[in-house]
Each structure stands twice: as structure tokens, then as C-alpha cells.
Nanobody, 123 residues
Framework: QVQLVESGGGVVQAGDSLRLSCAAS????????MGWFRQAPGKEREFVAR?????YYGDSVKGRFTISRDNAKNTVYLQMNSLKPEDTAVYYC???????????????????WGQGTQVTVSS
């Protein structure tokens, strides 16, 4: 059973940067497609980014966020630059046992989820 623990959330001002980390345990990390989602109050959980052999981004974060992974540390990162108030949400890390997936933007593609970390961007 894969366990995921996010960290790095906080309160920042618009235009600031923040880096989220997600530490994985209990599985062969390098075999998983890893993703980030976010959920704002009253909204659906939204795809943010995914990394497998390639990287994919949601339209709202393209050019501002960068996903990366360190297989030696069993960790996936989300570097968030030029943050906006609309980026405020709980950010979730997720693992997909299918390394490549055409459904990479769908919550249903991911079997394992972290508990989430709050990111608040003030204007």
C-alpha cells in the first residue's frame, strides 16, 4: 500500500513562490505516475500536474508551475511560481499504478492519495 505525505503548504502573497513536496512509501515509487490535484472550497478537485516519463499541466497553471520527481528520494515536487489568489486550495498528491495513462487528468486514474496541504494566496 502506497502512502503519500504532502508538505510545504502555507500562506503567501500574490506573486510569491512555494514548493510542495510529497514523500511516498510502501511501493516502488519509480513505477508510479505521480500527480498533483487541488480543491478549493465548494469546487471540484482539479488536475494540476502529472509526471511520469513526461510532464502534463492543467491549463490554469501552465507556465507557472513545474512538477518534478526524485526517484532516489521517493519524492515528487510541485514548484509554484507567480502565485495568484485563485491558486488557493488544498493540494493533494496522488499516485497512479499505471506509469503512463491517457486519463492522467482524471481523479479516477489515481489509486492512492495524500491527506493534502493547504495553500493560501492573499492579494
Amino acid at each position: 500500500q502506497v502512502q503519500l505525505v504532502e508538505s510545504g503548504g502555507g500562506v503567501v502573497q500574490a506573486g510569491d513562490s512555494l514548493r510542495l513536496s510529497c514523500a511516498a512509501s510502501g511501493g516502488t515509487f519509480s513505477r508510479y505516475g505521480m500527480g498533483w490535484f487541488r480543491q478549493a472550497p465548494g469546487k471540484e478537485r482539479e488536475f494540476v500536474a502529472r509526471v511520469d516519463g513526461r510532464t502534463y499541466y492543467g491549463d490554469s497553471v501552465k507556465g507557472r508551475f513545474t512538477i518534478s520527481r526524485d526517484n532516489a528520494k521517493n519524492t515528487v515536487y510541485l514548484q509554484m511560481n507567480s502565485l495568484k489568489p485563485e491558486d488557493t486550495a488544498v493540494y493533494y498528491c496522488a499516485a497512479d499504478s499505471s506509469y503512463f495513462s491517457i486519463s492522467f487528468g482524471s481523479k479516477a486514474a489515481y489509486e492512492h492519495w495524500g491527506q493534502g496541504t493547504q495553500v493560501t494566496v492573499s492579494s
